[in-house]
């Protein structure tokens, strides 16, 4: 298995512009997450989605969007980049089955990341 | 705010002894909690997690201690290696959605 995946792993943006970074995952994961990792500090949730067709916002929202057609894809979307969005974005994926107490069982797993420049 | 949160950013330790990281969280409703290792220009690894459930669950050299009278949560690593040197995220969720909340990260620096 690849786990997950991220592209691009690095991109510069201009004020104004869009773009979309994709993730994969091949573990038929049904949670899959997108952070953001500003410098020295955790990492923060941007949406995330229990499975294909249901997405939710997470702590951070405004500025993105995201859709999940298929299990395997969550790609973000930045429609009018902003300084602010300067960052390393994480995308994340786990099973959680609903109920569950056995610990390890929702683990997430991260993809290498994706550093963002806007100027 | 944050409800998860980190008491030492920099935590520098003596190669070969046990290193011992802090965390506190806010939210009495968390009911699983994972530790975290970041290391430079690569995405968090998954190191050893707990539900609320347990007080102590162990790994290999690593310990995750968790005390909900205090709500603290401690990540002990034993026989600290140079290959232990990254940033240590603690993090929770509350249960109800899967929704993972990280802290801040605390540095773990080994010393010669």
């Known amino acids: 298995n690849a786990g997950v995946t991220q592209t691009p792993k690095f991109r510069i943006l201009k004020i104004g512009q869009s773009m979309t970074l994709q993730c994969t995952q091949d573990?038929?994961?049904?949670?899959m997450y997108w952070y953001r990792q500003d410098p020295g500090m955790g990492l923060k949730l941007i949406y995330y989605s229990v499975g294909a067709g249901i997405t939710d916002k997470g702590e951070v929202p405004n500025g993105y969007n995201v859709s999940r057609s298929t299990t395997e894809d969550f790609p973000l979307r930045l429609e009018l980049a902003a300084p602010s969005q300067t960052s390393v974005y994480f995308c994340?994926?786990?099973?959680?089955?609903?109920?569950?107490?056995?610990?390890?069982?929702?683990?997430?797993?991260f993809g290498p990341g994706t550093r963002l420049t806007v100027l | 705010g944050e409800s998860v949160g980190l008491h030492l950013p920099t935590l520098s330790v003596q190669e070969g002894d046990n290193s011992i990281i802090n965390c506190a969280y806010s939210?009495?409703?968390?009911?699983?909690f994972i530790w975290y290792k970041q290391e430079s220009g690569k995405g968090p690894q998954f190191i050893i997690d707990i539900r609320s459930n347990m007080d102590k669950r162990q790994g290999q050299r690593v310990t995750v201690l968790l005390n909900k009278t205090v709500k603290h949560l401690s990540l002990q690593i034993a026989a600290t290696q140079p290959g232990d040197s990254a940033v240590y995220f603690c993090?929770?969720?509350?249960?109800?959605?899967?929704?993972?909340?990280f802290g801040k990260g605390t540095r773990l620096h080994i010393l010669p």
């Open positions: 993090a929770e969720n509350m249960g109800r959605d899967d929704k993972i909340i």
């Open positions: 573990m038929n994961h049904n949670y």
């Open positions: 994340a994926s786990s099973y959680y089955l609903q109920g569950e107490v056995i610990a390890g069982t929702d683990t997430q797993y």
């Open positions: 939210n009495s409703a968390s009911d699983y």
